[in-house]
């Protein structure tokens, strides 16, 4: 019997047991959820993929805290091939059907972006007209790279990058320091504006990040400064 007849015949198994018990509800509704739970697997397809519990990060690494930019997720992906392409957080944009005007600004780059290399290279598009504004007028907008380790001292001219507001041992991070720091420094992204938005918390060994945020996380602590 060929792979094809075993699951056909692993198929027929399972809609005689629907028969039998579950003959309420339609055999079309009942083989969709089979085959999303996997049930109709046999033992060696199971077992071919295994998953092992991942590795756990040392707690105790580095941490770079940097400031959360209210604006639109943004990305451009390199190719092995060369190919470039631009997208938004949920989708792939052309300036035709843009977020903001990132894909017809990245288009307009490309010869510069195309420096970022073969990846996919995240960012926040922000400025006039997207979220906060950030005092920028007359559509200005900007792109700040997420990856402060690869591109704070070099990069594309046309990127910016994310302020670092703090870097070292985990074990020695205050956020509610830095969050107050923030709320009496404003916004380091664009200097001037009073409102920023807060701060991301970046794990370098457990490749994770934090948000917290002023507006929507313990609003209102930041007025006094804890001590030490």
Known sequence: ????DKKLMNIKKEFEYIDKHFSSMSKEQLFNDLMKCGLNRNKEEIMADFVGFPKMARYSREVIVTEKIDGTNAQICITEDGEFLVGSRKRWITPEKDNHGFARWAYDHKEELMGLGVGRHFGEWWGSGIQRGYGLQKGEKRFSLFNVSRWRDERPACCGVVPILWEGNFDDLCVHEIMYDLSLSGSIASPGYMNPEGIVIFHTK????????????DTGKWDVKEDN
């Open 206 to 217: 457990g490749n994770v990040g934090f948000k917290k945020t002023f507006e929507n996380d």
């Open 1 to 4: 019997m060929c792979g094809l």
